[in-house]
């Protein structure tokens, strides 16, 4: 007994593939974009269709325009923010030690007690 394809004589992706089973394709243009680092792109789109005013080079990821001697510019990326950074513009230094006294004196209030707990407990 053979072994062997179910289907003998054919294989993956086997049979005619063009036109008459796809369909038409649709009429493209090809534009060019260029980015800071002069990177050229050329996508197609459809004819029919509005070609966007910039493009994301998939060399650098810098934004493309189509006007090879004035591409658009860099974004500005702000660095990262920490939570203190944030918690610094929204409150004076007079503030925060304002707070950081009121936290130590609930705190040290708190070890008063037990302390004084522990040594009651220590005496009985």
């Known amino acids: 007994m053979a072994s062997g394809s179910a289907i003998r004589g ?3 992706g086997a049979g005619p593939m063009g036109e008459a089973e796809r369909g038409e ?3 493209r243009v090809i534009v060019s974009f260029y980015c800071a680092n002069k990177h050229e792109t050329r996508p197609s789109f459809a004819s029919d ?3 966007p005013e910039t493009w994301d080079c998939p060399r650098c990821g810098l934004p ?3 006007d090879s001697a004035n591409p658009p510019a860099a974004p500005k990326n702000e ?3 920490t939570h203190l950074a944030y918690v610094k ?3 004076s ?3 925060g030690q304002a707070i950081l006294e009121e936290a130590l004196g609930k705190l040290r209030e708190r ?3 037990v302390q004084a707990a522990l040594a009651s407990a220590a005496r009985n």
Do not use: I, N
């Open 10 to 12: 054919s294989r993956v």
């Open 49 to 51: 269709c509005q070609v």
């Open 89 to 91: 513009e929204r409150r």
């Open 79 to 81: 660095p990262y923010k």
């Open 111 to 113: 070890r008063r007690l």
């Open 25 to 27: 394709a649709a009429p």
């Open 64 to 66: 493309a325009g189509t």
């Open 93 to 95: 230094d007079a503030d």
